[in-house]
Structures are given as C-alpha cells and as structure tokens.
C-alpha cells in the first residue's frame, strides 16, 4: 500500500454526514464529493454560479408538466431574480401559469385515479394532479379575448407573449412566470405554441374576430438567432428536454451561419429524466450537443438525471444562498419587447432577417 | 387444488417457443399470450388491425429522431398503404427523410464517440449515428430556396408539407416520407415546425426573399380540429412521444367544443420510451388521456414501453401479412391537399374558422 | 365558476417558493403540496416520521452502489440512531464500507473515463467513482483472514456480519455501516452475499484454512421470518430494490404461514429508479406488493422515483430535524447479536426451525 | 459536395424497408443497418453467432420474470441446444420454471388490478400476470419434500439445483429450464436462492427434517471461479442484470487470481432495461466492466436497451435460423453434475478450493 497513488485517484469520496439544520446550500456542497446524480446536482450548482459570473446571456428552457407540477414561482424566482435572461418554454407551462396567476389552482390528486370517474366529472388530470375542465375553457376564452383586441397582424411568439404577460400583470397584479418576465423584461420564447391551450384561445380568437390570432413562429427563429448575434457568449439551462431544449441550441447553430463570433453555448446544465440511447433530442447527452456546434467543445456542463421536482427545489434554494453577491454585481442584457422588434441593450433584434456580421457559412 | 379456479386466472401464459423460420406475424401471434411488454406488442398489432377494420380517421404521431434511425421507410410504407391517414410529426424527421430523398445519408456511428473530433469535421451525432453539416446546410438552402419560391402568405404546415413534398417528389422521383404523403394525398401537420431545420430553412427564405417564409401554426388548429369535427371517429397511434401525440389529443379536445359528436379517439396505440410518473406529456398514460377527453373512455388502447427501432419493424413486419385484406376493404378518407383550403371526402376543411356542428361548449 | 367544487378538487397545489436559507425540513414540508416525485419525497418525510411514532419493526433495504457512492455514513447515522431496525443489504454496499472504514478511499472519477486505461492501471470504476483493484485485494485477503479465525461452522450472514463489524470496530474504531450496526445492536441481513467481494474473500478463507467460510444463508431465511413472527408489526424502507426488497418482503410472507398475527408491513417507502412495466421485482409497485401479502392492504407507502444520491441526502437532512422528538421516546426491539442464536427483546429467533405460533397455513 | 467523404461517413445508414412474410432473421439482419436499439439487437444477433464459432464457454445470466412472463421455455431451448453452457438465475426465475413444469400456470392478468381483490383472493401479481399462492405453497412443499429426502449436508446450488431438476424430469417428463438443464448437464448456479421461493421451500425442509436444507452459497464461488480456471475463454450473455450478471463477472474476477490465462470475458451481451447513471450494477455499461477486467478490453460486446419479452423472442427465433450449422459444429463443455464435485471435460471442479493454475496476484 506504500506506492504511489494512481493518478485516476486524486479526490477521495466524502461521504455525505447527516446533521440537523443543514441548509440547501450546505447539502449541495456536501453532495459534491459524492457520486451519481446527487454529485452531478452539486456540479449543476457551481455551473449556474460560473455562469453568473461570467457575462453570458443565459437561456432557460422548460418543458414537462412544471408549472401545474408547483415549480411556476421558482421560474418566476429564477426570472425576476435574473438568474436567466430568456426563457424558453413549451405552451403548457405558460398556460398553467396563467391558470394560476388569474387566481385558479391545479390540485392533489392521485396517479391511481380512476379516470373514467374523472372525465364524468370533467377533470384533467397530469400525472397526481388534476384541473377543472371548466376552468381550462374560462382561460381558453380569456386568452381568446385578448388576442382579438390586438391589432390585426402576425406576432412572433415573443412578442404576443410579452403582451399577455402584460395584460395578465395589469389585470391581475399576481405574481408568476408571464407577470415576471413581463415585470423584467426577459423575452420567452414558445416554438410549440401551437401544441398548447395557448394555441388553442388563439385558434379561437379567429372564430369571433376574423384575422386575430396570427402567429409568426418563423419570427421566432430569427429573432432568437439575432439575440445570439447580437452577444454570442451564452448558456443554457434545460429543464426537461423537449421542443425548448432544442430552440435554445438551434438558436446558436443559426446563428453562427451569420457571425463568426458564435461557437455555441459556454456553459449548459441539464435537468432530465430521458436517456440518451434512445436517439431523441430530449435525453440526448451534451457531449453530442458538441458535434453540433450546439455547445462549444470546451462549455462546462452537467446532465442531471432526476424529477425537475425534487433537484429544482434544492438546486433554486442552494442558489438562493450562494448567488445573491453574483446576482448583485451582475450586468444582465437588457431588453425592451414592447413591440414587433426588440433591443437587446439598445440594438435591434430584427425577427425579419438575420443580423449579417460575417457572409454566411456557405 | 382441487378449487374452482379464481375469476382472475383464466387465461394461462403460454410460454413462447422457438421454432426456425417464424414470420414476423407468428412471432407477434405467440407474443400474445407472454407479458410484460412483448404482450404489449402483440395487443398493439391486434388494435390496428381493429383500426384498419373499423371506420376511423387513424392519425399517426412521431417524434424522436426515427428518420435518421432507419425508420423512414416504414412511415413511408403506412402512408402508401394507408395503414395511417394523417401524419403528425416533429421537424426533424422530415428534414432526415427530405436529406435522404435527396440521395444523401446518414452513417452507422458509434455511441462513445469523440465528440471533439466530430466537430472538427463538422459531423453531427445523433446517439449512434452520424451526418455531415455540410450536407445539412446544402439542404437547409434547398427549403430556403423552394420557399422563396411560393406565393408571399401564410401556410398551414399542412399545405406547406404537401407543396415541399410535391417540389421534392418532381425533383428527386424517390419514395420517403413526404414524398409518399404527396404521392397519396395524406397530410402533414408539423405543429412544432419552427424548433427544427425545415423552419431554418424557412427563416434562411426571409433573407433573401422578403416576404418568404411565413407559417400559419394556428391555422394547423383550425384545420386538424376541423378534420376532427368532419369525420369524429378516430384513431392515434403514436411513436415516441413529443409534440406530435399532444397535438393529435389536441385535435379531439378542440373538436369537442364545436361538436357533440366528438368523444375522443375509439383506438390509442403508443410506442413509447419515457414513463408517467414525472408527468411529462411523452410518457403520460393512456388511462390519464382519458380524463381529458382525448380517448374515450370505453377506447382499446395499449401502451408499448420500447424503443420504435426495434418495436415497429415487428409489428409493421407482422402487419405486412395480417393487414391486407383488410387495408383492401378498408374506405379511408380522401383528402385533397394542394391548396390552402383542403378537402376530406369532397367537405371543406377550412384553417381560419372552426365548423360548428353544434354550440361551443361554454 | 360559482359552482361547487369537484370533490376530486380539494387541495390545491401550492408552488414552491424559494427563500434564502431554507433547511431540508422546510424544504421537504414545502414539497408536500407541489407534484411528481417532489410530492412523493415529501410523502416519504411523512412516513418515515410515522414508522418512527407506531410501535414497528424497521427494516431497512440497500442495494446499489450506495456505500461507494457515499452514502454510507447516512446509512450509518440512521442505524445509530435507531431509525432503522434491521439492515438487509448487498454485498458490495457492505464491502465498501468496509474498504473506507479500514482506512481507504472511493475516489471522484469520470463516467466518460477509457476503461482500457483504468484497466491498465487496475483501477475499478463504478460509473463515475474509482477504486484500487489493489486495495480490493487487501481487503479480500483482511476479510479472509477474519473468516479464517473463526470456530469452523456455518454462519448465517447475520451472525457472520455481527462478528466482521466487531472485528472492525476493534481494528479501526471508525464509525461506518458495519460498526454501527456492530455497537448499536441491529442485525445486518445479506442475502446475496455470494454475489460479492465479501463472498469472495470468504471463498478465499478455504483456501488457507479448509474448513473456513461456510455460510448458513437458508438459516438467514428462517431468522428473518422469525423476526416478523416474534414482532409482526413491521415497515419497510428500501434503496434502490434488489435482493433486500425482496427479501424483506419475504421474511414477512414466510412469517405469515406460522402465525396469524403477521400480515404485511404496515408502511412501506421506496426510493428507486426502476419501473414496474418490465416485470421485474426491483422496480415492482408497492400496490402490487399487497396482492402478495407483503403489504397490508391497508398499508401507508410511497414510492420516490429518484436516485437515493439526491433523495437520501435530502431526506435524512430533514429527517436529522423533524425526528429527534420521536427517536426519543420511540422503544425500539433490543437484539443480542453475538452468537449463533440472536434475540429480540430477550425472546430467542432461532436459525433452523420457525416458530410456530399457529398451525401453517396448508 | 463533391470532396472526400469524412472518415467518419463510411457505412450508411439502410432504412429498413418492410415485406409481407419476413422472418426473425431477415428482419434482425435489416436492423443492422439502421440506429440506437434496433441495431444493437442485431450486433446482439451477430455477437452471438461469433461466441458460438469460437471456442468459449458460454455464461447466460437470467433476471426480471421472465419465466412467469412467457421466457422460460426459450432458456430452455437456449439450454437444450448448447447456445450455452451455463446458466446464472435468479431463484424466482427457476421456482416459476418450476411452478410451471409441474403442470401449474400463470395466468394473464392487468397491470391496472386491484391489489386488494387479489390479495382477498390470494392471487399474487407480477406486473400483468397473476399466479395463484395457493399452488405456491404446494409449491413450496414440495421442494421442501425432497429436499428433506436428501443426504444432510451442505448442497451447492449448482448441485442441489441439478438434483431438483432431475427429481423435476423424473416426476413430470416435463420441458422446462431445469429439466433441459438436468437433461443436457449444463450447471445451473443461483447465487441468491435465499431471496426465493426455492429458498423458502429450503427453510421449511428443516422445520420437518432437523438437518436438511443445507446450501453452501461460497462453494458457489469457488466452483464458478474454478470453471473459468479450468477454461479460461468464456462468454456472458445477460438478460436483465442483478445478480446473476454481477455473479458471471465475479468468476472471471475470482479466476484471474489464480490463473494468468484468465483475461476477462471475450464476449458480452447484455439486454437490459437499467441505465448506467445511477451507478447500479445491473445498468452498469460494458465499457465499465473492461475496468475491473470483468471483459477483456478487447472484447467483443454489446448492450441492448429492451425488455427482453421483445428482444429475447425475436433474437431467439433469428438464431433459430442462423445458429445451426454453428450449433452442429460446436464442441461446448462436457459436465457431469450429479455429485458434490462436477466435472469440465473430465476434469475435477472443485467447491471447497481454489485450482492454482499460478500464484496468487498479491
């Protein structure tokens, strides 16, 4: 036993001790000399601090049931805090907020529900958790209402959504994830908007009002490419995969076709319970994001494999201790989204053309 | 032992035995009386069959990265053959099966590679496989330029699938998924069409083509509810997840305001990798579908827990021989497509307004 | 919206919010009302805290890279404290603990390590954790030593163990699984042992001394029965599933055939990362466990899907506040440990027949 | 387009294409082609037919309930066949197998029941298959039966389960796994019997027979070790991890302290549904088991993500065709089992000390 370490083992394993009173910060730091997903929890931890220390404009996606789930005022949190700069987020979750924020709720419920019972009674259920149908439709024709007093034209989803967040503020002045990103000017993004109830009021702002709810989705991808332009140091939060995940890599792939001076995300953390080898974008690992160019070769990153449920909780709280001294001396990108275009710190972000600094790639 | 035998053991298993030269209908026929999610295979070959013999709508979802995976030809083959009538699918897979309709490929690669290296090369991974960027971007300019070509307004990614499937059918004269779904009048919805590289390529339009590149999502509501609304009987099947199984669900929920006749799908089959109990749409259950209304609630349904790569190979190998008498009586419906306004069965399915069969709901 | 409320609407979810300092306890109360798996680790704090207030048994399963994971240390803390009553683990969870306790180290290593390289440096990864094949083969020998001191009989791996953590706690005086479970009295059961390093270096233990290394693992069978017959209220906490699942499921279905009083545990709380649709028993339901007779029907459980590095950390974190209260006036069973017949509560639990309070049951 | 192709572009991808009438083989060989699982099941096929033309000995692990899941008569055909020469089960696996050779069933049932029904009926679930606990406990007492009958001493599992599989086929004339095994002298270990069924019928064979139901579970270890000592090639294919996985790769680990010859298994296929990131031994990747020279580091291998009620029959039923020219030319291990030391090719393995081939490592 008298020889020489092997360079593979440098860093003992600490074991986690138990103690009364311990915060979240200090469960976090504790878990960082131990193994699996509770280290890379820890990793995840450090990562978000680097990335508010570094200047970078930092993406948050969202999918997964989270807001109906009881994690909507984290995002909210996460947002007027300036933990992130824009959000990415499919419908649902934007939907589900709004649910909330005009005052309804989601409730317990049970996984082992009869459903047939459930339907008889109109009540949706996702996973332990149900909503009332009738509620749902009071917001389908809410949505709908304020999409017909808009003018008539096309919106990038951006846009409409700064606008609902701000109608939501004025008429409700509850907080949640729209009211904060309208309160702080933090742009979301919604590719799939289509796929949600939101897509639905606005389908059903054409039916009283012909030539309401228009959507310009495509907007979306150049609008989001030019933000990467425009200040090409980034990084990515992911919560759960799916539609989000993607936009927020594609928006930097996009971008470096136009400016030489994007090379992918610096720094990306994962929160998900997919896996890779199944081939689908949601689990699919960051080290592959590499040969896309979706991060650069030398980002930091960490893939956390667990329920956004519980490592969100202990991930926000951690931050909520370690962060606030970053958070202060912070130089966020500031934004104004009031209108068709946005500025990200007083530069136009056109959504109708890409911003050219270099000729394209090809 | 000499006792009645309980009410719940009635049918015995009946272990599966290996013979030489079992078809792959006999193999999925012996699976029938095994468990776990071989069973699962077999019930799901036995409820399409029940599909193709009923009158139903059959819609079919895919999501996750089957095109690249080796499975476009089997899309490719259940819309020629009309096993499926409508196809819901990400972005993603039908770029990969426009790249290889346009006589490029992707490669057998390896899981554990250096994703470094790749990048320098410009290769993009995608788990075990592998394409070249350069190759991708060549195709991006293809959509960019066919879009610039197009009628300066909105589409329906409906229409805008079948016009990009018709330009890809004249061009290259080979089979794939688009070009199969123009050749037998089948629609395309891609709600989350601007989280994928057919809307980087529609972006790319705008650049050089003011006016270019402009899609109607909502109006995709409209129509794929209205589709509902004209014909209420239907079917799902769903591979892998994501936003094409909502957006089916979507349709029937939608429906379901203007018409009293709409009840949610009679069949629900899904192939899915992920799990219920983080709530995630991907993996909801089809028993929480119920509660929404998506399926009926007396539906036959089955959920599949694999990986489509080695599941639907099977099962469309089984149905190659099981399916035929029946797809020869089937009556499914006929579409036309080629323009902004598309047709079922000589009915208008109109994308700006809902057809009200009855009074909304509320 | 002025009607009743559903009775299915009850509780609303209330969201997380998140503040500076907050401990595991407030952490894990303020999930109580949010969804998924965050819910079920909240229910988890709940049980536990029950277990701990009724008059049961508490057995506590382990299986998994726990010990060199570190984890070990919780583990240790729960079983000084009396949270738990009886360990059933793997092998390896012990024998890691043992490598530390003597003194050596787990070390942080990559999951995206060249296995080929550790190879040629003898170094053994455990995903992203390493050890030194060399110091492995210290203990084998140590451990084989030990077995080889011993009266030559067989064992059960209760007895084996109880006297392996004496053995340590006398050479290390370190606290640790195996002497904690040593000073505090509480039983470790090891099914599996033959599936481990422990096992080996009891095979090793012949072949220095014939006669050695002979374990009595069907007398462990009969013991733990006993145990469940001689105090039949029981709970049931597991990590990760494997053989102690089952096993301490077992021992309450064999008790059940020699006295009436036993009938499944009356809690149960897993946390696991399997799922049931597979069949297997690791990640089976705990509603399936009641058709067994494993769980009283009426039994109060949850299942955590999550990995135990995240939950368990979190979980004991809480548990080290809210349950002090309740360890002190909880009477937890008293074992003897040190011979070839244990006791509890001065009532003897024989290893080679079973107590027979009833006629069996055929 | 027209420069050389990347070094990583060499093989392309082939969709797989769908015919009426393909077999197990045709459809296996079509998914070499194409990605992710579907692949693997076909490198799986190829790995398979590679271990049966070199000289190896082959090692079948076998977890999950796959016997009370319809599998069982396909291990024995594995059996029967010499595809190969040794089989690592879990106890459940062989008391199902039992179970059913004695003329019992299983019985399809819902993965929905209601468990307390069942329970009130004493039916016992395994996912969506029932069972009846009073055939069980027959069960049980008749392995207790003739355990009682036999000579009082310490058994091996590998010879205690061969003597129940002759005592079985005796009884019966039935097929099954231990029958096929008994018939055609491939031992058959199980490292954890005393978390079993088998076990628990062990335990009760003392209650009536002082002295009987005696297992030496470290002879086990021995004699698996001395096997690979006494032919050093060897293969592993495992089918759902746990221990018989970890138990197949200890005998390589144990034998290499004895014989330099021994280098790790040469072949490894695993079908699994447990993923390797939360650091468990039965989701545990290949390329980890080359660390502890568990696999040579230039083994073949494979791991295929599926539930082996898919996998098994459709790879299963493609050997069947491909396998037996192979099978026809294949020399496997020749065992004689029937007493307390079996033999390899003539030659002595013994379960009480290790064959030194060389000295020890350390």
């Not at 699919?284 to 979706?294: D, I």
Request: hydrophobic residues 40%; glycine residues 8%.
């Amino acid at each position: 036993m008298s020889k020489k370490k092997s360079r593979f083992l440098q860093t003992p394993i600490d074991p986690f001790t138990v103690e009364a009173g311990l915060t979240a910060d200090a469960i976090v730091t504790r878990m960082e000399r131990i193994s699996f997903q509770g280290r890379n929890l820890a990793t995840a931890h450090r990562i978000w601090l680097k990335m508010l220390e570094d200047d970078v404009t930092i993406f948050l996606g969202m999918a997964g049931a989270l807001s109906a789930g009881g994690l909507r005022m984290i995002v909210a949190h996460l947002i007027a805090n300036r933990y992130v700069d824009c959000l990415v987020s499919t419908g649902a979750n934007l939907y589900h907020d709004l649910h909330e924020t005009r005052g309804q709720h989601h409730f317990l419920g049970s996984a082992h529900a009869d459903d047939a019972a459930l339907a008889a009674e109109r009540i949706d259920r996702v996973y332990d958790t149900y909503a009332s149908e009738e509620e749902f439709i009071d917001n389908d024709n809410w949505i709908a209402g304020f999409a017909a007093t808009l003018e008539k034209r096309p919106y990038t989803t951006r846009e409409f959504l700064y606008l609902l967040g701000g109608h939501l503020w004025k008429t409700t002045g509850r907080d949640g994830i729209l009211t904060a990103a309208y309160r702080a000017n933090v742009p979301i993004f919604c590719p799939a908007i289509a796929d949600s109830s939101i897509g639905m009021g606005l389908s059903q702002a054409r039916q009283s009002t012909p030539g309401a709810g228009y959507i310009d989705i495509i907007g979306d991808i150049v609008e989001s490419a030019n933000l990467v332009i425009r200040r090409p140091r980034t990084a990515s939060v992911v919560l759960g995969g799916g539609t989000p995940k993607n936009f927020i890599n594609q928006a930097t792939v996009q971008a470096e076709f136009y400016s030489d001076e994007v090379g992918g995300h610096r720094y990306a953390l994962q929160i998900v319970t997919d896996v890779p080898h199944f081939g689908g974008a949601s689990g699919s690992s960051l080290e592959e994001a590499q040969s896309w160019g979706k991060l650069a070769t030398d980002s930091v990153r960490v893939s956390v494999q667990a329920d956004a449920t519980i490592a969100l909780p202990v991930l926000a709280s951690a931050l909520a201790v370690s962060a606030p001294p970053l958070l202060a001396s912070r130089k966020p990108p500031v934004f104004s989204l009031a209108s068709r275009i946005m500025t990200i710190d007083g530069q136009t972000v056109p959504s109708d053309r890409f911003e050219e600094v270099n000729e394209p790639a090809v």
